[in-house]
Structures are given as C-alpha cells and as structure tokens.
C-alpha cells in the first residue's frame, strides 16, 4: 500500500466548510468545534453499516457512500431536525483508490443536498465497516418523539413500503421473485431520507419515527412509548407503480405485497400520528409552499382501554375486517 | 442465540440519564436531543477501535471498554472540552454476556467518573469494533487548537512517555524486553484521559493535542498547523518508575527508552505549548486548587525564519548536543 492513513484523510475527507454552517473548526483538530444556534437543541443519532450484514461485500461504493450517510439523516429527520454535521468513521480492509473514489462521490452528493459537513472522524484498517454520526439541530423543545401519539390520531407514512425488503429479498433469493428486480434495488439502496418533511411536522405530527425495521416493529415502538394501540387499513397501505406491476403480471400476490409492506425494513420513510385537524392544516401548508411531499393515511391510533384488540397492541384491518399479519421485524441478534 | 439486539440494549446499555446533564431525551428515540448551554460550543470526536488492530482478540473486555472511552475523552481534553455525552456503535460477532457486562463495567466506570452519559448508539453484528463519539462543551471561541504555538513556547506534557507503546511492544514480541511488563500493559490499557488539566489550559496554553501516534508525530501537527520549528531535549523527556527500573536492571538501554518515548503512539497524554509567563501562572492555579497534575517541561517552540534546524520541523537535543532520532508514528495504513 502507497498511501498513509492521513494523506487518505486529507484526499478523500477534507473539504472547506463554511464558517456560515456553524463549523468553527472541522476535520484536522482532536475534535470539531461546532455553533449550537440560539434557541435550538442539538439532535444527535449514529447508526453502523457492517459489510456482510447490511450491505453486500461487492455493493456500489457509490450508493454504500450515499446510504451510510441516508440512514442517519433519516433519523434526523424523524426528529423535525434540520441536518447540520457528520462524523464519519469508516474501517477499511485496503487502500483501493477508485472504490474510496466512489465512496465519497456518494456520501457529498447526499450531504451536499441537504447541506450537511463533515467534520471529523476516523480512518482504521479491517473489515469493511461503516459508522456514521450526524447532528442537527431542532427548535428547543419541539423535537418530535415517539411518546405522544394520541387517541383517533391518523398514522401516515410519507411514501411507498415494501420495496427495500423486496429488493433485498431479490439479491438473497436464488430464485427469481419479482421480473424487474431493479426499482426494488434502487429502492434499497437510494434511499430519501425525508428531511423537509420532518421540518414541517413540527407543530404538527403528535409523534414520528424512521421506517428501519419495518412499519409494524417501528410502529410498535411508538405504541409502546405512548401507550396506546393501533389499527392499520391494508387496502390504504401504499404500493409503489413497480409493485404493482408485479402483482398485475402474476410475480407477487397482493398479499406478499403486504407482508413485504408491513414487516420488510429498510422503507426509511417517515412513520407519523397526527390528528385530523393538523393533518388538514400540513396539507394546506405544504400545498401553500409547493411542497409535493407524500402523507399516506394507513391507520388509526386506539385508547388501549377502548380498544377491539384482544392481547396485542396492533391490528390490522381489510376492508373493516380484522385480518391477521405475520409483524416480525429485523433483528441483527435473532 | 437467545437474545435479541432490543433486548441487549435495553439490559446494557439504557441508563437513566439525569436532565441535569443536558439530555433532554437519551436513549430510545431516533436521536438523542441535548441541551448546550449558553456561551458554549459544542466539541465533538469520533475513535474506532478495531480487534485485531487496536487490540488484542483477547483483550479483556473491562479494559476494553474502558479505552474505548478514554481515548474519546482524550481528544476532549486536548481541545479544553468538559466532557458531557457518549455514542456508542459497538458490533458484536456473537451476544456473550458475561463479555458484555465486563465491557459496560469498563465503559460506565470511566463514564460515572467524569459524568459522561452515554445518549445513544447503534448494536450490530459482525466483526468486533468499537466506534465512540464523545462530545462536550467549551466556552466559545475558547477551545485549545493545534495552531497557535507560538516562538519562544516552552513544550510541556501531561505525563509519562513510552509506557503503552512498551506495553504494545512487549504484547507483540516472542521474546522478553522487559522484566515486568504488566505496568508497561496497565499504561498501554488503561489511560487517563487529562480532562481536568485540559479544562485548566484554556487561557494558558497556545496549542494542544493529545498524544495517540507518538511524541513526535503529533508534535509534527502543531509544528505544521502553526508554521513553527521545534527542539525537544532528550534528558527532559519523563520517563516513569517502570521505564526507569527496566533502564537500571539493563532489560532497557537509555536510547531505547527515549525512542519508545519520541515515536511510540499510545501515550493519551496532553502535549502543549505555552509561554513561560503562563506556564507560572498555571503552576500557581493548579497548586491553589490543590490539583497535582504533571506538566513537565520537554522542549522549546522555535522561529522556522531563525531556526538551528536545517532542512526540517523538528530536532532533539542531549545536553544542549544536536541528536539524531527516528521520527515516525503509528500509521494503520502503512
């Protein structure tokens, strides 16, 4: 190997941050400073990508780049927080030029799009791996968390479900289970962490969480913190254009469609509650400031005293009627 | 394997978090929200450590986790932070308990002593690695850098030099260097980090960075980052007890320690610049507090424009005697 651990450092990381963004020092001290603006906390999330286990070892280093960096925003943006910083700690098995290239393209096309620095970290040798750590920040006390779902409360989603797991599902199965398996890959692995949305939930969403582990596990979370039950409509579950064109063609059943729908992982989209009133006042808002973003309505939030589960905390239901779903999320331990 | 990652956090790593240290929410959300209090900046680092590189397969894993903090705190310290919160991603090839629990046992005894509380992190699978991101407060515009030595500067350090980087070498050679090396392995695993000397630089010391890759390599940053030449004197370099014992039972020639001392990495301690003026005026506040905290006095910040060093930053000296010694530190990459 020609290069030492900090000319990589310099050739692939450094880059001028804008004093504007609140860096006062970056990359090249023993930490970053950084400029907590007034009247705002600080967001903080860090989330781990292992080769062999959340990518494959032969992945695009491009969209291993892009998604290292998509998976925290996304967690930002559960929060209402406005994407500010990322540390980035990346181990490497070798130096190979061309895939760090690649990797990086990735990682600022991303952080440029929501104006994110990077403003340290650290380079190691061994197995691939990838931690990153990005901060934001939120308006004080206003964060939104997964504790204050409230009864009748619509749950939304903020896009389409299933097509992440769908795509992994595709690149584990030996056999062929869907046509084109492509858009289930892009889906993977382009992931758009729903940012601006987040930002305007803020007043508005009575609790938020990323869809990482899938709809039903990540809902159950929020259901857990907030005491309280929940019902989901499978005919509202929203499939994308590539998934429905599976089930015309006969690949997939519309019931797998659903099963990938509720317990696939990897949707990154923004799972929401929110009452009727508010969720009219966010539409009118976003349509005034001609914001297309999606707030697929796909359940409802139950006073767990008042409720028609029996012995669990989530139901679903088809056309009114109860129906039963397998509600097993990713787990790396199980 | 019986358990699943919820499962693991939950028992280990989910304290509770007092709202007096800032958090306002900790783990269990999709981001930890922290308060920075008024007139403070934010000071933020990152450390992985890699099993196989940084430490030994079978490192017990109370130390572990124990250093996988420390040599976050360190970099604090070097900056002048006050430490407040820790992430951290830690991937696990298998849920051992027993591990587990010594490996928090490590972590949070370092935590609690400097009240640090960990905010959140990521569990996954795969092979082990630790990555800690610590952050703290400074008062703005008040934090220690790397680029204001100035000419004429004493160079101090916090602590002894060559111990861990003796500790490492006698881990890894087959035949013996040292009679004992347990002290050699104690100082190679269990740092302290200089918190509270850092705390005490600010508004004294030009320059501060703290010792990971070796005397000479990190003296090199500040020498780079604030356009200055250097010469350390040999015979002022501290050596400990240990070091001292080996030298005088001739397991260790003088030489030999003052080359563990300059290159040998793993040091965490505190290396600084500052004037003489200051330097008395903080040998007085530390004595008034009653706080015994070394500062030893090992070489002097030059003018490159009027330097006796030809063609490089950095000489050493032996009783006022130029002295020839290898420079280079630690460098995984090569």
Same mark, same amino acid.
């Given at each position: 190997m020609s290069e030492g651990e900090f000319d990589i450092i310099d050739r692939y990381f450094k880059r001028l941050n804008g004093l504007e963004s609140g860096v006062v020092i970056g990359i090249g001290d023993d930490c970053a400073i950084l400029d907590i603006p007034a009247g705002h906390q600080l967001a903080v999330t860090t989330d781990t990508l292992v080769s $062999? @286990?959340?990518?494959? &070892?032969? @992945?695009?280093p491009y969209r291993l780049g892009y998604k290292a960096l998509a998976v925290n925003l996304s967690d930002l943006a559960a929060m209402g927080a406005t994407a500010k910083w990322a540390s980035l700690a990346i181990t490497l098995p070798d130096v190979n030029e061309p895939w760090l290239a690649e990797f990086c393209r990735g990682f600022f096309e991303l952080a440029d799009k929501y104006q994110v620095q990077l403003v340290g970290g650290d380079t190691t040798k061994g197995p691939l791996s990838i931690t990153v750590s990005a901060k934001g920040i939120v308006p004080t006390g206003q964060a939104l968390t997964r504790s204050h779902a409230q009864v009748d409360d619509v749950i939304c989603v903020s896009g389409y479900l299933g097509d992440g797991a769908l795509g992994l599902a595709a690149k584990l199965s030996d056999t062929k289970i869907v046509a084109d398996q492509q858009p289930f890959i892009d889906a993977l692995e382009l992931t758009e962490p729903r940012l601006t949305l987040g930002q305007q939930l803020i007043?508005?969403?009575s609790s938020c969480i990323d869809l990482s582990d899938g709809l039903s596990q990540d809902l159950m979370h929020i259901l857990k913190k907030s005491d309280r039950h929940a019902q989901l409509h499978l005919e509202h579950l929203p499939l994308s254009e590539a998934i429905l064109t599976e089930i015309d063609s006969g690949h997939l059943s519309l019931s797998e469609a659903w099963q990938y729908a509720v317990? $696939? $992982?990897?949707?990154?989209e923004l799972l929401f509650t929110i009452s009727k009133h508010k969720l009219a006042s966010l539409r009118m808002r976003l349509s005034e400031q001609g914001l297309s973003l999606n707030c697929f309505e796909i359940g409802v939030i139950l006073d767990p005293n008042n409720?028609?589960?029996? $012995? &669990?905390r989530l139901g679903f239901t088809h056309l009114q009627q109860p129906v039963t779903l397998k509600k097993t999320g990713w787990d790396h331990f199980k």
């Open positions: $062999g @286990v959340h990518f494959f &070892e032969d @992945v695009d007043d508005h969403a317990t $696939g $992982g990897d949707d990154y409720s028609p589960l029996t $012995g &669990e």
